[in-house]
Each structure stands twice: as C-alpha cells, then as structure tokens.
C-alpha cells in the first residue's frame, strides 16, 4: 500500500520574495511513498519509540529548502543600489551586447520581444536603440525597477510595455504572447532553486510564437563560476534544463565573466 507525505515546507514565504504559494513545483507537494509491513512487528521497542522509528524510517523525498535572496528589489534602496553597482559587474557588459547581436539577427520590424526580470531597463535599452521596428515588453516584479526602467526608455516608451509580474508565480505567463523571441540576462537563478528552472523554461515555451527563440543568460556554477550550487547551474544543467523543457535545438553561444549565453528554438 503507498500514502503520501506532505512535501509543502518549502511553499512558505521567502525572505525577499513576495508570493509564497504560488511558487512553482509547490502544487507537486505529495510524494508516495511505501507502507511500512504491518505484519513486522518491533519487538522491544516501547510504543512511542516505535512511533519515532516508523516516523524516521520514512523515505523522505522533501526537496531541499529554496536560497534565501540577501537583497529585496523590489524595494526603491536595493533597486538603486543594484542599478549603481550593475555596470561594476564582470562580464555584464559584453553579454548584454552579445544578446542585442543576437536579437538583431533573430527579429524582423514588427516583431514582439519579452524581456524576464528587466531591471532598470539596460538591456532593454539596448534593444529598442538597436532595433526600432520592435515592440517590447518588460517583465519585472519590481515597481520599483520599472519606475527606474520606465525613465531610462522613455524616448522609446510608444514601443514599450511594463508589467508587473513575478516569473515565480504559477500564472505568470497567462494571456501572454505570443512573442518571437524571449530574453533574460542574470535572472534565472531568482527562482531561488534550480529546480525550478524547466518549469519556467516550459513556460517560456509556451508564449513563444512557432519558431521563436529563446536567449536565457545566467550565471554558471562550473570551476570559476559561482559557487552556490543550489542556486547556479552548471553550464551543462542549463542545456539539459532547456532541453527538458521541450526545445528544439538548443546552442551555447558565449560565455562572458560568470555568465554563460544559450539559445533555444521552438520548433
Ligand atoms: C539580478 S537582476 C538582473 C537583471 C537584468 N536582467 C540585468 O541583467 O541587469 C534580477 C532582476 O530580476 C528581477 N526579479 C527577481 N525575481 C523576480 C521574479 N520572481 N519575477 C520577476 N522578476 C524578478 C529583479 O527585480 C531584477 O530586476
């Protein structure tokens, strides 16, 4: 016989993060489990240490707890401080260049881009500046972010869209879309678990025009990467990610300080 254990400890609020529930794999919360023999009977073992060893002897499935962010952006003083330390960043630079290379090389005037975690609008900018027959959208959970982005694209604002929504949420692609090509730089990893990365990759895919492409940069947690492994991907976990997701073709393009570029199709 099986029954379930209650795998929901890690759907509480995190420090920094706004929605608790809603996070993803938290629906997934029941593991099944085998009975233990009722048959075997614990000969010696006074009934309330018998209850503590059916307890431990369990085969916990709990994933592990998500990484706790050491900052809130979504408040106006962590946002500032990220927007003035951005620049400082090795590697930033470039990659956000390569991704722009790219999105002039994928996209046609007329085209929708939409952007995950868009942060006081750099790589947008670069863009919208590059390409002037595109339309795009700014995903971010931060008002604070989009009050930062909205000054800085204001000469393209006819062509940009500001949401406010956090890619942790369940729904948070519903009614979007569809878009031919989907950016993100330095963002993933703010689901705060890897675990959690196919899932909003197949989401991803989701809102993704036939044929469209996907540019996803993060941090790498490979030999001179980041060190955290919960929280980082090795270059290899982010292809194998984007290929559970259900891409076509999935390329890497650049690597550039601790970021590492890939591109995604849809078929
Ligand atoms: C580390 S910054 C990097 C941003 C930017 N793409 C760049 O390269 O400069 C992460 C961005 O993701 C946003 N963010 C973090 N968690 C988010 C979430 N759950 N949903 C949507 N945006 C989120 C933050 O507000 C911030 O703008």
Redesign the pocket.
């Known amino acids: 016989m099986l029954h379930a254990v209650r795998a929901d400890r890690n759907c509480a609020p995190d420090i ?4 608790s529930t809603d996070r993803p794999g938290c629906s997934r919360g029941a593991a099944r489990v085998p009975d233990r023999d009722p048959r075997v009977r614990q000969e010696g073992v006074p009934r309330t240490r018998r209850a503590r060893v059916r307890r431990s002897s369990r085969v916990s499935t709990t994933p592990p707890p998500d990484v706790p ?1 050491p900052v809130d ?2 408040t106006t003083s962590d ?1 500032r401080a ?1 927007e003035a330390s ?1 620049a400082q ?1 090795p590697g ?1 630079d470039e ?2 260049d390569r991704i722009t290379e790219e999105a002039a090389r994928l996209t046609a005037p007329g085209d929708r881009i939409l ?6 609008g ?2 947008a900018r670069r863009i919208l500046e590059r390409l002037p027959g595109v339309q795009y959208t700014a ?4 008002p ?2 989009h009050e930062l982005a909205r000054a800085r694209l204001q000469e393209w604002s006819q062509r940009v869209r500001f949401l406010e ?5 369940a729904g ?1 692609s519903d009614e979007l879309g569809p878009f031919e090509l989907v950016v ?4 993933v ?4 678990h890897k675990r959690y990365a196919p899932e909003l990759h197949r989401q991803v895919l989701g809102v993704l025009a036939r044929g469209g492409s996907y540019l996803v ?1 993060d941090h790498f947690s490979d030999p001179g990467g980041k060190d955290d492994t919960e929280l980082y991907m090795t270059r290899a976990e982010q292809q194998r990610a984007l290929q559970d997701a259900g891409f076509a073709s999935v390329e890497r393009l650049a690597v550039a300080g601790t970021l590492v570029l890939h591109r995604a199709r849809r078929a």
Request: glycine share 10%.
């Open positions: 920094g993060g706004g929605e962010s952006l979504r946002a990220w951005a960043r930033r990659m956000l952007e995950l975690g868009s942060d006081p750099f790589l995903l971010d959970f931060s604070a972010m929504r956090s890619f942790r949420s948070w993100t730089n330095q963002a990893h703010e689901l705060r940069s």
